[in-house]
């Protein structure tokens, strides 16, 4: 026989211990139901911190024209503020403004969400057609000796903001 304190002895005593139904112990105190239980109120929490909003889905068309609007807004701006001040800064930056503006809108038909917009769009670009040619007409003349020569003696009266 072996001595008691012996390691094969006592390995003996564990596999034939019948007491003990249990030869793996537990790794945590409760059982499926406490998990179950755990889950329910965790999943509870995480939801109770959620804000839940509306997601806001992207829409090309109204992007631009909301852009080109606000070209178009800013260039009636510089336009006004040119007929206060006449000087010519603010009248080529109307004039830039309304070409961007214009530009924008004739892009809204590479948009696939186009219809709702289309019409907006297109008073958009009439609208800067417009704005334009009043920029264009109040610009400065690069060479003023043509239209000398075709008014003649009337050019101080026609254009009294070239002259300076």
């Known amino acids: 026989m072996t001595a008691p304190g012996h390691p094969t002895r006592e390995r003996k005593e564990v596999k034939m211990d019948t007491r003990n139904k249990q030869f793996y112990p537990r790794t945590t105190p409760m059982g499926l139901s406490g998990r179950l239980v755990l889950l329910v109120v965790w999943l509870l929490a995480a939801c109770s911190e959620m804000n839940y909003q509306p997601v806001e889905t992207y829409s090309c068309a109204l992007n631009r024209l909301s852009r080109a609007e606000g070209y178009f807004v800013q260039a009636k701006e510089e336009m006004m503020l040119f007929y206060k001040q ?7 930056r109307a004039f830039f403004l309304a070409s961007d503006a214009e530009a924008l809108a004739l892009s809204l038909k590479r948009c696939p969400d186009l ?8 008073n958009l670009i009439s609208a800067s057609k417009a704005l334009r040619r009043v920029a264009l007409m109040n610009m400065r003349d690069e060479d003023p000796w043509l239209a000398t020569s075709v008014f003649g003696d009337e050019y101080r009266d026609i ?6």
Not at 159 to 164: H, T, V
Request: aromatic share 14%; net charge positive; charged share 35%.
């Open 86 to 92: 006449r000087n010519d800064g603010p009248l080529l």
């Open 159 to 164: 254009f009294r903001y070239d002259i300076r």
């Open 115 to 122: 219809q709702p917009y289309k019409r907006q769009g297109l």
